[in-house]
């Protein structure tokens, strides 16, 4: 297959910080990878997130959960905007709604999410306080393809990060992050280069 040559359109949804947005913007910049951020999706007024986005002069929408009586009305809204952006790639980064089965469907194999745990293990809320919990030794994060399946989807790529002696969630959720923002870019390079797809329920890279 010949490789792409300009850059995969992203719209990336996030509820908070956005450290992951970040370095994604950031990848995109320096010319990691062959990718570019159209627009930024919020559903959160107070995420600091949306304040990078405007800082490196992104497009952002604010899509507030609370002004929609049900999941799905607010799930139609974000479908409108994501795609008068006609994206690529749909990228979940820290966005902390659950989607309904039609919205997945409808981006299904063009949608990933980064997940604060090896995953299957500690799919949902609290993952690194309940690694600790749990006496874990191990713990990390994945990205995955979504599927309607909430967490559950196949996944790309981890990293393993090692639960020290007195590691509290916060200092382990550090950690982790700091290995979120390498393997999130490197997800959506792979993407953006045409060697990543959702095949029959399965990851393939390069084939
Ligand atoms: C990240 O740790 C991400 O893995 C997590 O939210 C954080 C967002 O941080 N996502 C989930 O828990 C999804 N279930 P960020 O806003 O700084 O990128």
């Given at each position: 297959m010949a490789k792409p040559t300009s850059p995969l359109p992203l719209v990336v949804l996030i509820s908070g910080s956005g450290s992951n947005l970040q370095a994604i913007i950031d990848a995109c910049a320096s010319g990691q990878?062959?990718?570019?951020?159209?627009a930024v999706i919020c559903?959160?007024?107070?995420?600091y997130g949306l304040e990078r986005a405007r800082n490196a002069g992104i497009t952002t929408q604010l899509v507030n959960?609370?002004?929609?009586?049900?999941r799905r009305s607010f799930d139609i809204e974000l479908e409108r905007l994501i795609d008068s952006y006609h994206p690529g790639l749909v990228v979940l980064a820290g966005f902390m709604r659950i989607l309904t089965p039609e919205f997945v469907n409808r981006y299904m194999g063009r949608l990933i999410n980064i997940h604060?745990?090896?995953?299957?293990?500690?799919?949902?809320?609290?993952t690194h306080q309940r690694a600790i919990d749990a006496g874990a030794k191990e713990h990390g994060v994945s990205v995955h393809f979504v599927t309607p399946e909430l967490d559950g989807g196949p996944v790309i790529i981890r990293a393993v990060v090692p639960i020290l002696d007195g590691d509290d969630a916060e200092a382990l959720a550090q950690r982790v992050l700091t290995q979120e923002h390498i393997i999130y870019p490197k997800a959506v390079g792979w993407y953006a280069e045409g060697r990543l797809s959702l095949k029959e329920g399965q990851t393939l890279l390069d084939g």
């Open positions: 990878i062959n990718a570019e951020v159209r559903n959160r007024p107070d995420a959960h609370r002004d929609f009586s049900d604060p745990s090896l995953l299957p293990n500690f799919q949902g809320l609290h």
